[in-house]
């Protein structure tokens, strides 16, 4: 079957910022190939989220959480929902995306494209921040594994796909009953890349660059830009590392990112006591607790 025949859902998250979801949405529902379902999943906003959907987006499906399970937590609901309801595709972002009108025609094209290359299971958007730079939070990473399929993947202008964010990410319902849904535990940061690149260490996928979405965060940060939530990025990038999603060698590298941005970090805090805590805090969690 074509992929633009497949049953499409749209996945949404969104926690207290109503009118940049319902720029969202708007982008969402105006697609020239539009998704067969939007769902959004609400993480106990109290700005009147609920209402707004509910009387502007009539044809959106609205999950309430009574408490607030982070973008981890959302995701995992929101993801879980769509492949109970037998969706073939599944089309994951945050409540600040906004994808130009043509980014999931282009995803589907992009999938039809490669099938030569092997028929993926996960398509990316470029991603930009408001200034129309890429975003430094929703960089793709490109696999290198195999010289002769990144080689036929330039050639394609599909490259070969290591992990992605959610920001614009499309992905099979049975790549996820294969490899498990995104881990709630993670709260926020990570649980993305863990869950992409679980998918992606035996299965296909491509950065599609003519696909575009924007992000609009209030800065186009990193993670060592985070403050308090830098914890995050410490605790889950060591479960990550303590999964199945890398292999040997991505374990080394993964590492060696995670000591970089920790001076980065430290650096940006002016080296400060509480900047410590976090990052040790972050340390002690990520290594002597599990994830449920």
């Known amino acids: 079957m074509s992929a633009s025949a497949e049953r499409i859902a749209a996945l ?14 708007t982008a969402v529902l105006g697609q020239s190939r539009a998704p067969d379902h939007v769902l959004v999943v609400d993480n106990a906003s109290s700005d009147g ?3 707004m959907v509910a009387s502007e987006f009539p044809s959106v499906e ?8 982070g973008g981890a937590g ?39 494209r490669a099938h030569g290359m092997g028929e993926p299971v996960m398509l990316a958007s470029r991603v930009l921040w408001t200034d129309g730079r890429a975003h430094p939070m929703n960089l793709p990473n490109i696999d290198g594994r195999d010289p002769q399929r990144f080689i036929e993947g330039l050639a394609q202008g599909l ?4 992990w992605a964010t959610f920001v614009s990410v499309l992905f099979r319902t049975d790549a996820v009953r294969r490899h ?17 690149a679980r998918i992606l260490r035996r299965e296909r996928g491509y950065f599609v660059p003519d ?22 990025a410490v605790r889950n990038s060591f479960w990550v590392m303590r999964g199945d999603a890398l292999d040997p060698l991505e374990l080394i590298g993964h590492t060696m990112l995670l000591v970089g941005q920790s001076a980065r970090y430290l650096s940006h805090e002016r080296f400060r006591p509480h900047a410590f805590a976090i990052l040790l805090r972050g340390l002690r969690d990520g290594v002597f607790k599990r994830a449920a």
């Open 159 to 162: 490259p070969p796909l290591r």
């Open 49 to 51: 989220t609920a209402a």
């Open 12 to 25: 949404v998250v969104t926690r207290d910022r109503r009118d940049l979801l319902r720029e969202s949405l």
């Open 62 to 69: 609205l999950v309430r959480m009574e408490v607030n399970g």
């Open 180 to 196: 498990r849904l995104p881990r709630k535990d993670f709260f926020l940061w990570s649980d993305d890349i863990d869950f992409t």
């Open 211 to 232: 696909s575009v979405a924007l992000h609009k965060t209030k800065t186009a940060h990193n993670p060592f830009q985070g403050g308090d939530r830098f914890y995050y």
């Open 74 to 112: 959302g995701f995992h609901v929101a993801v879980r929902a769509g492949v109970d309801q037998g969706f073939d595709w599944l089309w994951a972002m945050d409540d600040d995306t906004i994808p130009r009108p043509d980014a999931l025609a282009r995803l589907l094209a992009a999938g039809e």
